[in-house]
Nanobody, 117 residues
Framework: QVQLMESGGGLVQPGESLRLSCAGP????????MGWYRQAPGKQREWVAS???????TYADTVKERFTISRDNAKNTMYLQMNSLKLDDTAVYYC???????????WGQGTQVTVSS
């Protein structure tokens, strides 16, 4: 069982920054492809960014050049550095993992990010 735990959400003003963290299982973490998704009120969950176990990163156009995804396998943790936050970035952010060898996916419980003036 893969358990993912997000942290770092909060309330910020437009233009400010936040860093989200996602802690994963120690034994498997380096073998997982990881990503961040978000779900705004009344909207479907959408993909934000991904980082493979080989540390290849990809981003949604809406966050490119503002958000940075990274991972530290020694700490079993993935990060999402969010800069220049906008009102539209308000959402619950979810950590996602995929164990590709077995096509198994897991989700974290989510962390709220609110951008408000």
């Amino acid at each position: 069982q893969v358990q993912l735990m997000e942290s770092g959400g909060g309330l910020v003003q437009p233009g400010e920054s936040l860093r989200l963290s996602c802690a994963g299982p120690q034994r498997l973490f380096s073998r997982l492809d990881m990503g961040w998704y978000r779900q705004a009120p009344g909207k479907q969950r959408e993909w934000v960014a991904s980082i493979t176990r080989g540390e290849v990163t990809t981003y949604a156009d809406t966050v490119k050049e503002r958000f940075t995804i990274s991972r530290d396998n020694a700490k079993n943790t993935m990060y999402l550095q969010m800069n220049s936050l906008k009102l539209d970035d308000t959402a619950v952010y979810y950590c996602h993992s995929r164990f590709s060898a077995f096509n198994i996916e897991h989700w974290g419980q989510g962390t709220q990010v609110t951008v408000s003036s």
